[in-house]
């Protein structure tokens, strides 16, 4: 209960002060280079990792990137790096 | 940290073994890569990666990803992980992450193997392991070192007299193959030629590495000064005037006049009183009278050009032979000697090695006629004279007052009349200037 309200309350100040929703800390930054690289910020874990699907739990939910000679370049705490072909990136809330 | 690697290396733990056919490169081609991407992160990450060392890791039968998953957990930064068939796959990671792979694996079931090991602390314990590669790489510094301290090349520019600026340098110990240790800095040395070159103005000097240039600015010579002080011009020698040129003062004798010694030729002080600087040329014919002797046959050592060589070491004024022994059978020899002194380093050692030089003469002799004798009296006669006298002077006539002939030789007495500048500066006294 306590912790619902506090994260209406963060939405509502970030909305309120035109606040980039990415500043708020438990929210995933998904920064795609064209269909080759794909940038995860505040990620939590790897769920699989296959050369042609990398599934990566967020804070809330997940995402799923499907496509071709998947790499993780970079996996460093706070961020993930993935180089390919990118197919297609799906989320799954939670 | 280096400890850990040693071990690494050596294949000492468990299922932890590197392949032995990956060699050791300084870094996998690709990896360090400034055009492309480098996982979006900066460059200085990867280069960071090379001197603290990484090694490539293939974890095999791990379908859910537990050692991945558990390092990302620990927060270890992976990079370029990439998948395998059948379950497995390959990642790079930090050296100093190697043993909390190792620990991370034993926890599973899935199976670890070493690929490949880049960065320097890999570079450097196989270089540890070549002895003579280490020696080679000190010895190079060594003489480098050695050979950075030696003077390669001395530059003099702005002077058409070099060699005595390199003369003065040499003082300063600055010649190509000295010793740079032991010159003193720039502006000493600076300092110390322009006191030892009165001719010039200023010099400059640069010590660049192993080369020395030097800069010289001549001295423009300055117009000689104006003499101002009344003087004479008197006859120095007696003599008959043929021509007089005044620049200064008054002229006091005419051509064809004789002249004792000490006459005032051309004067200083004019018919106004006024005194003047004289200056001038007063050319007049002088006599001089030579006695020769001359020897009726003359010999002369002519060299047959073959020689013996002997080197002796001359210790405290004490020669010892010590190279060269032969005798030859020369008649008539003739010897030169050149001594060297022994230094070592800069310490003269009491010691000087002298190389002797025996050459085989031949014995010339001439006996003149005394017509060709009496010729080369009056040559000599001639330049004993003109020997004697300073500026320009010419021989006019010569006369053979006598001669005889007498116990071998020819006793002549030669006359000799000579066009030469007789005027002196003599100095007025200025008391007479003042009345």
């Known amino acids: ?94 | 940290m280096l400890g850990q690697n040693r071990m690494l290396c050596r294949g000492e733990f468990g299922a932890a073994v590197f392949e032995k056919r990956h060699s050791i490169r300084f870094w996998r081609a690709g990896a360090i890569d400034f055009s492309g991407q480098i996982g979006g992160l900066p460059v200085t990450v990867r280069i960071s990666e090379f001197w603290s060392g990484s090694v490539r890791a293939r974890i095999m039968r791990d379908p859910n990803r537990k050692v991945l998953s558990a390092l990302i957990a620990r927060e270890v930064p992976l990079y370029d992980v990439h998948s395998l068939e059948d379950h497995g796959y390959e990642l790079t990671l930090n050296l100093r992450h190697v043993w909390e792979l190792i620990t991370v694996t034993r926890e599973t079931s899935a199976k670890l193997r070493f690929l490949d090991k880049f960065g320097l602390p890999f570079v450097l314990w196989r270089a540890g392991r070549r002895k003579v590669f280490l020696a080679g790489a000190a010895f190079f510094v060594a003489v480098l070192y050695v050979l950075s301290s030696f003077i390669w090349h001395v530059q003099i520019a702005g002077t058409d007299q070099p060699e005595a600026v390199a003369t003065a340098l040499e003082k300063l110990h600055i010649y190509p193959g000295g010793l740079l240790y032991k010159v003193l800095d720039q502006d000493s040395v600076q300092m110390a030629l322009l006191d030892a070159l009165p001719d010039i103005s200023w010099i400059g000097v640069r010590i660049s590495g192993t080369s020395v240039y030097v800069r010289v600015i001549p001295r423009t010579p300055l117009a000689p000064p104006v003499h101002t002080d009344p003087q004479n011009i008197v006859a120095a020698d007696p003599g008959v005037v043929a021509n007089v040129l005044a620049d200064h003062g008054q002229a006091l004798v005419k051509p064809g006049q004789f002249v004792p010694q000490g006459t005032v030729l051309i004067s200083g002080i004019l018919e106004d009183g006024k005194t003047v600087h004289a200056d001038g040329q007063v050319r007049a014919i002088v006599w001089y009278r030579t006695d020769l002797t001359l020897p009726l046959q003359t010999v002369v050592d002519t060299l047959t050009g073959s020689y013996v060589q002997h080197d002796y070491l001359v210790i405290g004024g004490l020669p010892i032979q010590v190279w060269g022994f032969s005798h030859p059978p020369y008649k008539y020899t003739e010897v030169q000697s050149h001594d060297t002194p022994v230094t070592l380093g800069d310490v003269k050692l009491p010691l000087v090695w002298r190389v002797e030089k025996v050459y085989e003469a031949r014995p010339h002799k001439t006996v003149w006629a005394l017509k060709s004798l009496i010729d080369r009296g009056l040559h000599f006669a001639a330049k004993d004279v003109l020997a004697g006298l300073s500026g320009e002077a010419k021989v006019l006539r010569q006369n053979v007052l006598q001669r005889k002939v007498e116990h071998g030789n020819l006793y002549m007495t030669v006359w000799t009349e000579v066009l030469q500048d007789i005027g002196t500066p003599q100095p007025i006294a200025s008391e007479p200037a003042k009345q």
């Not at chain 1, 309200?5 to 100040?13: C, F, K």
């Not at chain 1, 071709?68 to 799954?92: A, C, M, N, Y």
Request: no cysteine; proline share 4%.
């Open chain 1, 1 to 94: 209960m306590k912790r619902q309200w506090r994260e209406r309350t963060e939405r509502m100040a970030a909305e309120l002060l035109e606040v980039p929703k990415d500043t708020l800390e438990h929210v995933p930054r998904i920064t795609m280079i064209g269909n080759l690289q794909i940038v995860i910020d505040n990620y939590r874990s790897i769920l699989t990792f296959e050369g042609t699907t990398v599934r990566i739990a967020l804070a809330k939910g997940e995402v799923a990137i499907r496509g071709e000679r998947l790499v993780l370049k970079v996996i460093v705490p706070e961020q993930i790096v993935i180089e390919g072909i990118i197919f297609g990136v799906d989320f799954t809330p939670a």
